[in-house]
Each structure stands twice: as C-alpha cells, then as structure tokens.
C-alpha cells in the first residue's frame, strides 16, 4: 500500500520560513506527478506546487518565488521549502502523488501537516 506521512508543519513568524517533508513508502507503479496542496478550513483543497515525473515544475502565483518543491529520490521524500511566509499560508498542507494505473489515475493523499503563520 502507498503511504504518505507529511511532517514540518508549525508555528512560525510573518517572514519566516519552514520545510515540509513528504515521506512515501510502499509501491507506486508509475508516477505522472506530485505535490503540495493546502487546505484552509471550509475552503477546497488547491494546489500550491507541483512536480511532473520529468521534473517540471509549477506553482500557484500566491506562492511563486517564495516556495520551493522538490524530490529527495535517497530518502523518498517529496519537500516544500517556504520562504517569506504570511497569513494566508496558515492552511493544512497535503502532500499528494497521483499514479497512473494503466488507463487511470489514483490519487494518493497524506494525512496533512497544518501550517500556522502568526505573530
């Protein structure tokens, strides 16, 4: 089974920065992407960054210039390096990999790990 455990979720100042880790283990047949979404309370899950099996990259505007995601393969840990975080990247965020299973796709989702950037 795929399992994705997000951690380094937290506190943090206006400014600041944190680091998420997306650990995935188990068997994944063929990845066509991954990434990062968030969710804030009573609003839709919407994508933050994302990463295509062929390493493209692509970002929401909000967080262009500010968020970094990329891939350790060593560890098998998908990361989202925040810089200059404000408010409204308090939601919970959610690592995701959607793999493709001959004619579909099956979305595979973390438990999230919440975000809370205040003073």
């Known amino acids: 089974q795929v399992q994705l455990v997000e951690s380094g979720g937290g506190l943090v100042q206006p400014g600041g920065s944190l680091r998420l880790s997306c650990a995935a283990s188990g068997s994944i047949f063929s990845i066509n992407s991954m990434g990062w979404y968030r969710q804030a309370p009573g609003n839709q899950r919407d994508l933050v960054a994302g990463?295509?099996?062929?390493?493209?990259?692509n970002y929401a505007d909000s967080v262009k210039g500010r968020f970094t995601i990329s891939r350790d393969n060593a560890k098998d840990t998908l990361y989202l390096q925040m810089n200059s975080l404000k408010p409204e990247d308090t939601p919970v965020y959610y690592c995701?990999?959607?793999?493709?299973?001959?004619?579909?796709?099956?979305?595979?989702w973390g438990q999230g790990t919440q975000v809370t950037v205040s003073s």
């Open positions: 995701n990999v959607d793999e493709l299973r001959y004619c579909r796709l099956v979305r595979h």
């Open positions: 990463i295509r099996s062929g390493g493209r990259t």
